[in-house]
């Protein structure tokens, strides 16, 4: 990190912390003008100082000047991931990778005529899926759903589900669930 760099990621930190300069300044024991100065890069703490204002901020040095990968935020189809399962009769795409480590995790499910998804157990969080083509039916307990193209459908978990394409097209779907479970 440039030290030009410094005041700009303080400040950040502290607005993320939902702080005050006055109410940073006040928790560091230094006054406002000095956090102001810090800042905007017109002068430099003491390695000390820079150490209480971390601490103050919920952070340590170390963990402050560690450099980050940077995340991605756009992926394309070199960065998806395929598995079809012919039994069931579908092909999930996992398009955004790793995203089971994310709260929430978005796949593209293709169902043949006839196929579904594997029968989820009831668990916390959300799902929701906005059909991309075809029909597919929604499964919730003893619920059924019929979702056409364009339509989308969103629910707890809180039943046995799964969807379904009983039509004699293929049927894709955009499905999202929180937590991650597919």
């Known amino acids: 990190m440039n030290a030009l760099a410094l005041g700009k990621r303080l400040r950040d930190l502290r607005i ?23 800042e905007g890069d017109q002068t430099s703490p ?32 070199d960065d998806y991931f ?5 039994e069931l009769g579908h092909k999930i795409t996992w398009i955004v990778p790793n995203s089971q480590k994310n709260d929430m995790e978005p796949i593209i ?16 969080g959300e799902e929701f899926g906005y059909v991309l083509s075809g029909t597919v039916t929604v499964h919730i307990g003893d619920e059924r759903f019929k979702v056409k ?4 459908f969103y629910y707890y978990p809180d039943k046995e589900h799964y969807i379904e394409n009983r039509s004699s097209q293929k049927s894709k779907v955009l499905w999202v669930s929180t937590p991650p479970s597919f």
């Open 16 to 38: 993320t912390n939902g702080l005050t300069q006055e109410e940073l300044a006040n928790r560091c024991e230094l006054s406002k003008g000095f956090i102001s100065q810090v």
């Open 46 to 77: 003491s390695i000390a100082t820079l150490m209480d204002i971390l601490e103050c901020l919920g952070t340590d040095i170390q963990t402050f000047f560690s450099e980050k990968p940077a995340e991605k935020t756009v992926f394309t189809p």
């Open 82 to 86: 395929e598995s079809e399962d012919e």
């Open 109 to 124: 499910i293709e169902l043949a005529p006839g196929g579904t998804s594997s029968i989820e157990e009831p668990h916390s």
């Open 149 to 152: 193209k364009g339509e989308c």
